[in-house]
């Protein structure tokens, strides 16, 4: 089975971008319940950011700093400002479909102002492959690995060990408490929705080398993640990335063992199976009830 | 809605049928076909309507129905069964999926509940298109033929928005009489509080699988309809983002409101064909809208009827209380 | 008098945590049983456990001798076992007559019948009879979510008698509501009591509500019973006053 | 309030497209966005430059070209109403649309109509059910895979051969009709798989082929997806000799994926790589006005119009009615009308014939190896 | 008596077009429990809010310790002395007891001495250092209660506003709530609390305030108002006094 490693390798290289992109989803979730569909386009818009700085001459270093910045800006405050803010309580689904609605916006706007076209994109890790127990494994996925290995341990560090992580962590919880023991509400989340957008910046940066930059390939990988989130357990960190690596590797194994043309169905059945008999996912917290 | 004296309303309704009856008579057959369109997503969207906005019960797949009324109603008429028995089978196909998809409900709730309905759309969008033997897969079914009523062929643009409409009519009428039965009521005590409804002897499990189910029904006679009206399928149309424009057809006109679907789907069949005329932009400029409407509205363009009734209420309420006398004076 | 209901060695466990370990008791027609302990006694989850909400893991119901453990609450409630909550649960948007007769309407025919029959199931009258008994005449038409917290409280009780129950379950009816409305509320519930024989077990932590209006008294500790007796006697009891009522 | 917009609504129908006249009017209804949006758009352009350039030299018979576009967001049902309002203001021809579903929706309408509709589907069964107003801008599948299948077998010698294709018509279509023709020379098809339009991960997919270790691969994805299983087979070592059409070869798919492409063999109808002159000049035209190498799909847009242009100087007047039967049996000459860039002859059903290639990657460029002539 | 600690005069304000407060006016003296009392809906829970910058004041003023307070935000308020325990559960339950404790320096920043002020509320409450590690949605419903007080603690307020915190608790745990408030008045904090059990907290208060329709109705020392027969009537529940043994 010398297959199945190739597999897991692909799988868990493609799985932790869907860790990424689902951690933020989380976030978002906990600190101001916003279902964000929009977060596939989230991770596609910063690549043209950052062509779009190419294109008037920015370095691709410079070009990089310049798109994580402007997707902060963008995707972090003005979507927090603009639309999550008055619509914030008036329950989730209203905010759901805006997002939906923001996915289409984002999309045509690529479309229309960039290309409808598919750009390369320059990689931050040099292409390749190196041999691991006898196996050619691309420097790409294992570049994708360890960046976001370490972006999710940066955060999760953040989170439990700092008096800012728990800072934000109560601001989710419980955030009239929060306000009223002096805990900055307002600015944590602004800052789950600037680390969201940092998240999103960072994947879309190792990704769209691999997927090339092009205003739909948000569709699919908004998807992915949003199920890896549910997967894993919608409330919590740690959950996300459990159901980005493993809704990664299911999804390569499906297409190898069950059928191409149904490989998309597995993930989904995974996930009616997971909400139906641990309906807070694989590690979530369940959520209270009052019975 | 309680602004209106109880006659001025029912002049107002006869005149919109009036409306919808007549004037389209001058209209092109694009016209015709994007009001036909109208009529066919209104009645999938009232389904949607009754499961979420009165029932509570989120559901991300209604798309999906209107696609198995779609190719329940394609097959059939293709191989020669009248559109009036294909309409029968796509309610009975839908109502007996949409009542399975409903158990899910039984267990789970909210968004959770969305992410099994929205699992199962897609699911049933690969049905659709792998399954060629039944469902024609990506070539999909052409030449659906339409129905003859009364011995007149609805191959003509203008007889078949008559067939559209009335569906419709019926529909709306079933759907009126259904919420304000019993049944509507517990169904809005499903959405408002399962648990008190249960103690108060209201089935739940029964009330949760029969929104599911009548709703998914409704989805499939829209679909049913559909068929005919494109004369074409293929699984395209019937994916996921049907079920999240129906969705959001319900969401903006305003879920649990009567006359939410009707508007919602005018929205959304309607108003990206008048933002046609900006050319690349019109898709842009449509999700700009929602996001404005929405904004101004999370809760749908008849919702902000009920906030005023609200604030109109609080305001009185909070007048009585500054005038109110206090008890201990009272009692001194 | 006989039992209404009988309930024998009732257990629960929530994972490795039992909630309820193995409570007897029974209550007699006509009767008002208050049903007192410190927070996480297991008074709640008992509730539950006999109204169909949880499956026990253990133990046995009988309503009028016959055994209803594992029915859902919706048929335990057509069978005349009726109960209201310790929060808030009324139907926000509904009017409150809209919300008794969706009370009593589950009451009425059957499903079919309720499908094509009237809309108010025949039920007006009665609603407004309730309406009047307990004083919210001038409310009727309003959404029951604009109603003050004590009003709710009392459209809550109400609607548990809509379907004219034999048994009524009331979960801390009194937290919350100010001790005027509270004294309005347990006159209905005498009131109730006395007329049309129905019969009643409360669960309250206000020791006086508790000590006037309940005829026999049970105290629970630890999933367990501690002590079932006339109010004075529980109230004189150590091991009551050791675990719950302090002094 | 519910009776003022509706009214509104009807309003807005009733005063539908009023009448210009003076220019020649096409309609275009094209996938501008969802899943065909590339398509559409690359589409859309050819079709704007032609115009460009054939009103900026007088256009046709002296009279403007004009054109609307209308987006069918890759759905059959908004296509067929499109395409409705389109026919509804009468227009000279019609153009698109481009997914063959939407082909097969619109086509019966134009028909009735009795307006001539110059297409970019490619799907087989098109041209076959014998609609008289029906035109292709390339070659059908039923043309162009017979012409792989034999490449495959006579000049790759394969014995085994793995088929990767998109699960969209297009892709489903030319699976369908060489598989048929593998079969029937005699090669095995020792692996059949589908994928998603879109999809980002071709690890499983390369690493099935790689199972089934066959003579000669057979990709047939849209470009981006190529490029994607471009990489994936490089990097886990697959040899066999990769064939395909213009979508495994196109200059799109080199830029994308890089070393990768090289080796890529594929059957080419209508290509801006052609060793051709005037499609070079075509292709630097497009390039400047838009700043991206157009697909083929730019290509055909643009061939469209000339069509128009050619078959309508032809009759040497405008007339919609006629225009189907001058353009059926009409061959159009390179010579006679440079901006149909290569020799053309269109038969009874609409269907196309032209020269075509048979293209290797080889260093990141396009090498024609075959060039194979006109059917008839 | 002494000056006052905290003085409300004339505060109106509400809920969007709702109205709540009609000129409400009363002062607490320093080192006292205060006790508010009134019908549901009278607005006591909204004053708790008006003093604490959660409800944008329409007119009136909040001086507390000789300066004006009105619409301050909660940091300054923290930091000017001033806690709030609000009605029910009100704690982080996915963390640990002790960083919710910790939590509870969040508005001073880095100018206290957190782990020592830590380790000292720790001490107040035996229950809470035993569990201190575990995550406090494991707390009982008393337990949490200390755990809130706890948590208002740590930036050594002065006073102390404690909404219902009776409510649903046990008898039991009723007396040992009550029991930590007079030791914080012990300890010179003043407490000022709301209680729809009036009658066990006016027997631990010196004052006792009523409010009805947003407006005060009576400030007097708290023995008073409890033996006063038309408030008995009126609030107390007087028809339940009769028949209770």
């Known amino acids: ?291 | 809605m309680s602004g209106f004296a109880k006659p001025l309303k029912i002049a107002l309704g006869l005149i919109v049928i009036a409306g919808l009856i007549v004037i389209p008579m001058n209209f092109n057959r694009y016209g015709l076909f994007i009001l036909s369109q109208w009529a066919v997503m209104t009645i999938a969207a009232m389904g949607l309507n009754l499961t979420l906005g009165y029932a509570g019960q989120v559901s991300l797949a209604q798309g999906a129905f209107v696609g198995i009324g779609a190719y329940a109603a394609a097959i059939m008429t293709t191989h020669g069964w009248p559109l009036p028995a294909a309409i029968v089978v796509a309610i009975a196909l839908s109502f007996a999926v949409g009542w399975v998809l409903g158990y899910p409900a039984l267990r789970v709730q909210h968004h959770y509940l969305a992410f099994v309905t929205l699992a199962f759309s897609t699911l049933a969008f690969l049905v659709f298109r792998n399954e060629s033997w039944l469902t024609g897969g990506i070539y999909g079914i052409s030449n659906i033929p339409r129905p003859h009523v009364f011995g007149i062929a609805t191959n003509k643009p203008l007889p078949f928005y008559y067939i559209c409409l009335s569906s419709l009519a019926i529909v709306s009428v079933a759907v009126w009489w259904l919420i304000r039965s019993p049944w509507g009521r517990a169904f809005m005590a499903l959405r408002e509080n399962p648990l008190r409804a249960q103690s108060l002897g209201i089935d739940t499990r029964r009330y949760t699988l029969m929104a599911f189910a009548i709703g998914s029904a409704l989805g499939g006679v829209a679909g049913a309809l559909y068929a005919p009206l494109t004369q074409y399928i293929d699984p395209v149309p019937f994916n996921l983002s049907l079920s999240l424009d129906l969705l959001m057809m319900v969401i903006v006109g305003g879920a649990g409101f009567y006359f939410g679907p009707f508007l919602g789907a005018m929205i959304a069949v309607l108003l990206p064909e008048w933002l046609r005329f900006t050319e690349g932009y019109y898709l842009m400029l449509y999700a700009i809208a929602v996001m404005g409407l929405l904004i101004w509205s999370p809760t749908g363009i008849l919702g902000i009827l009920d906030r005023t009734m609200a604030a109109r209420r609080t305001k009185a309420a909070s007048a009585l209380r500054a005038v109110a006398k206090s008890r201990l004076e009272t009692a001194q | 008098m006989s039992a209404v209901l009988e309930v024998t060695d009732i257990k629960k466990s929530f994972g490795g945590i039992t909630a309820v370990d193995g409570v007897s008791f029974d209550v007699r027609e006509g009767e008002i049983l208050g049903l007192i302990g410190p927070n996480g006694c297991g008074k709640s989850t008992l509730f539950n456990c006999i109204l169909g909400q949880l499956t026990p893991s253990g133990g046995e119901v009988k309503l009028d001798g016959k055994v209803v453990t594992g029915l859902r609450p919706s048929e335990l409630n057509k069978l005349g076992v009726s109960r209201t909550f310790q929060l808030l649960q009324v139907f926000p948007k509904l009017s409150v007559r809209e919300n008794l007769i969706l009370a009593g309407q589950e009451h009425q025919g059957n499903m079919a019948s309720r499908l094509v029959g009237r809309s108010d199931a025949g039920l007006t009258d009665t609603a407004d009879q309730m309406i009047g008994f307990f004083k919210l005449d001038h409310l009727a038409a309003e959404p029951a979510g604009g109603l003050s917290y004590g009003q709710q409280k009392l459209l809550d009780a109400a609607m548990a008698f809509m379907g004219g129950p034999r048994l009524v379950l009331l979960d801390e009816p009194a937290g919350g509501v100010n001790p005027t409305m509270l004294s309005d509320l347990k006159e209905r519930l005498v009131a109730i009591n006395r007329e049309k024989n129905a019969t009643f077990v409360v669960i309250e932590h206000n020791m006086e509500f508790v000590m006037s209006l309940c005829s026999r008294v049970m105290v629970m500790a630890e999933g367990k019973v501690l002590a079932m007796g006339r109010p004075d006697e529980v109230r004189k009891n150590p091991a009551v006053i050791e675990a719950y009522l302090g002094h | 309030m519910k009776s003022t917009l509706l009214a509104g609504a009807l309003l807005a129908f009733a005063a539908a497209a009023g009448a210009h006249a003076q220019a020649i009017k096409l309609a275009d209804v094209a996938e501008l966005s969802g899943g065909g949006a590339t398509v559409g758009t690359n589409w859309k352009n050819g079709i704007d430059l032609a115009i460009e350039e054939i009103n900026a030299k007088g256009g046709v018979l002296g009279r403007k070209l004009e054109v609307t576009h209308a987006d069918s967001q890759s759905n059959p049902g908004v296509a067929r109403a499109q395409v409705q309002k389109a026919l509804d203001a009468e227009p000279y021809v019609l153009l698109g649309p481009g997914y063959s579903g939407s082909v097969k929706v619109t086509a019966p309408l134009a028909a009735e109509a009795g307006i001539a509709q110059i297409m970019g589907g490619e799907a087989a069964e098109l041209t076959q059910a014998g609609n008289k107003f029906l035109f292709r801008t390339s070659f059908g599948q039923q043309s162009s895979m017979p012409k792989v299948a034999k490449y495959i077998h006579d000049e790759m010698k394969a014995k085994s051969v793995a088929v990767v294709w998109v699960n969209n018509d297009f892709g489903r279509g030319g699976r369908d009709v060489v598989v048929k023709e593998l079969e029937r020379l005699g090669c095995k098809v020792v692996a059949d798989l589908s994928t998603e339009a879109g999809q980002a991960d071709f690890a499983a997919d390369v690493g099935k082929i790689k199972a089934a270790n066959p003579d000669a691969v057979f990709v047939y994805l849209n470009e981006e997806e190529s490029a994607r299983i471009l990489k994936e087979l490089k990097r886990q070592g697959v040899t066999a000799p990769l064939m395909g059409e213009t979508t495994l070869i196109g200059q799109k798919v080199i830029e994308l994926a890089g070393d990768a492409a090289n080796g890529a063999r594929g059957h080419v109808g209508l290509t801006t790589d052609a060793p051709v002159d005037l499609i070079k000049g075509f292709r630097d035209r497009f390039s400047k006005k838009y700043n991206y190498v157009p697909d083929h799909n730019g290509l055909k847009g643009y061939l469209a119009v000339y069509m128009v242009k050619a078959t309508t100087e032809k009759m040497g007047k405008i007339d919609s009615r006629a225009f189907a039967d001058a353009l059926h049996g009409l061959t159009i000459k390179a010579a006679d009308e440079p901006g149909i860039l290569m020799d053309v002859t269109f038969d009874a059903n609409g269907d196309i014939d032209r020269q075509s290639f048979l293209v290797e990657v080889v260093e990141g460029k396009q090498v024609v190896k075959q060039v194979l002539p006109k059917m008839k | 008596m002494s000056d006052p600690i905290l003085s409300v005069h004339n505060l109106v304000g509400g809920y969007g077009k709702m109205t709540i407060l009609n000129g409400t006016t009363f002062s607490v003296p320093p080192a006292t429990i205060t006790t508010i009392i009134g019908p549901n809906g009278a607005g006591k829970s909204t004053v708790f809010k008006a003093i604490f910058g959660l409800l944008k004041l329409r007119e009136g003023k909040i001086n507390f310790a000789g300066r004006d307070v009105s619409n301050l935000s909660q940091r300054a308020l923290l930091n000017a002395g001033i806690c709030y325990v609000p009605q029910g559960r009100n704690i982080f339950p996915e963390l640990s007891v002790r960083h919710n404790i910790e939590l509870g320096g969040v508005a001073a920043g880095k100018d206290i001495d957190l782990p020592t002020r830590i380790e000292a509320a720790l001490d107040l409450f035996p229950a809470l250092r035993r569990k201190s590690a575990q995550q406090a949605s494991t707390l009982s419903g008393g337990e949490q209660k200390q755990l809130e007080i706890a948590r208002s603690l740590l930036l050594e307020p002065k006073l102390v506003l404690v909404d219902e915190p009776s409510i649903g608790l046990s008898p039991l745990m009723v007396q040992q709530t009550f029991d930590i408030l007079k030791s914080l008045r012990e300890r010179g904090v003043t407490v000022l609390m709301i209680e729809q059990n009036a009658r066990s907290a006016l027997e631990i208060s010196d004052i006792g305030i009523v409010l009805e329709l947003g407006q005060t109705r009576m400030v007097d020392k708290a023995e008073r108002i409890l033996n006063d027969p038309r408030i008995g009537q009126l609030f107390l529940g007087g028809a339940m006094e009769e028949s209770a043994a």
Do not use: C
């Not at chain 1, 689902?22 to 319940?33: D, E, N, P, R, Y």
């Not at chain 1, 991770?43 to 402007?70: D, K, R, S, T």
């Not at chain 1, 750009?119 to 994708?144: M, N, R, Y």
């Not at chain 1, 879309?204 to 357990?233: N, R």
């Open chain 1, 1 to 291: 089975m010398s297959n199945l490693f190739d597999l897991l390798v692909a799988g868990l290289a493609t799985g932790a971008i869907y860790a990424l992109v689902a951690v933020g989803f989380t976030l978002l979730w906990q600190t101001s319940q916003t279902i964000n569909f929009a977060q596939g386009e989230f991770v596609m818009l910063p690549a043209f950011l950052m062509l779009a700085a190419m294109h008037v001459g920015a370095p691709f270093w410079l070009a990089i700093i310049l798109g994580i910045l402007l997707s902060m800006i963008l995707l972090g405050l003005a979507f927090k400002i603009l639309l999550v803010d008055p619509m914030m309580r008036h329950g989730v689904l209203p905010l759901a479909i805006a997002t939906m609605a923001l996915a289409i916006g984002i999309k045509e706007a690529v479309k229309q102002f960039f290309s409808a076209e598919a750009s390369p994109f320059p990689s931050i890790v040099p292409t390749g492959d190196i041999s691991i127990l006898g196996h050619a494994v691309s420097l790409q996925s294992i570049g994708v690995l360890v960046v976001a290995i370490l972006a999710v341990f940066g955060l999760t560090t953040l989170l439990n060990r700092t008096s800012l992580g728990h800072q934000m962590q109560a601001a989710a919880q419980n955030p009239t408490v929060a306000r009223i023991i002096g805990v900055p509400v307002e600015r944590m989340i602004l800052l789950t929705f600037l680390i969201n957008a940092f998240l999103v910046a960072l994947a879309s940066l190792l990704i769209t080398p691999i997927y090339l930059a092009k205003f739909s390939s948000g569709e699919v990988l908004g998807q992915a993640a949003f199920i890896a989130a549910i997967v894993g357990g919608f409330n919590q960190v740690r959950g996300a990335i459990a159901g980005g690596l493993l809704i990664g590797v299911l999804d390569n194994l499906a297409a190898s063992y069950v059928s191409t043309q149904y490989r998309a169905a597995v993930p989904l059945v995974f996930l009616i199976v997971v909400i139906l008999f641990r309906p807070q996912g694989l590690l979530g917290r369940p959520e209270e009830r009052t019975v």
